[in-house]
């Protein structure tokens, strides 16, 4: 089993910056890859960005150039750096962790974006 802990959402005002955590445990192999998502109230929920355990990353359209996804292998931990941010990314974040065949997905970080 994995377990994964977001942590580092809160109330931010337009144009500022948060940085998310995604803390992973328990039986992960040392290849997998980290992604991030949102759901927004009423909305589905949105693929945002991923890294794999090389390093290579992919962002949404949505957030390039104002999100980077980051990790910490020796720590099995991941990160999302959110810049710029607009009301409009205001929503509930969540990493995903693919490992071993299998999806894992943390409880959720909200992130809300007003002044």
């Known amino acids: 089993q994995v377990q994964l802990v977001e942590s580092g959402g809160g109330l931010v005002q337009p144009g500022g910056s948060l940085r998310l955590s995604c803390a992973a445990s328990?039986?992960?192999?040392?290849?997998?890859?980290m992604g991030w998502y949102r759901q927004a109230p009423g909305k589905q929920r949105e693929f945002l960005a991923l890294?794999?355990?090389?390093?290579?990353?992919t962002y949404a359209h949505s957030v390039k150039g104002r999100f980077t996804i980051s990790r910490d292998n020796a720590k099995n931990t991941g990160y999302l750096q959110m810049n710029s941010l607009k009301p409009e990314d205001t929503a509930v974040y969540y990493c995903?962790?693919?490992?071993?065949?299998?999806?894992?997905w943390g409880k959720g970080t909200l992130v809300t974006v007003s002044s």
């Open positions: 890294i794999t355990s090389g390093g290579s990353t």
């Open positions: 995903k962790l693919e490992n071993g065949g299998m999806d894992y």
């Open positions: 328990g039986s992960i192999f040392r290849i997998y890859t």
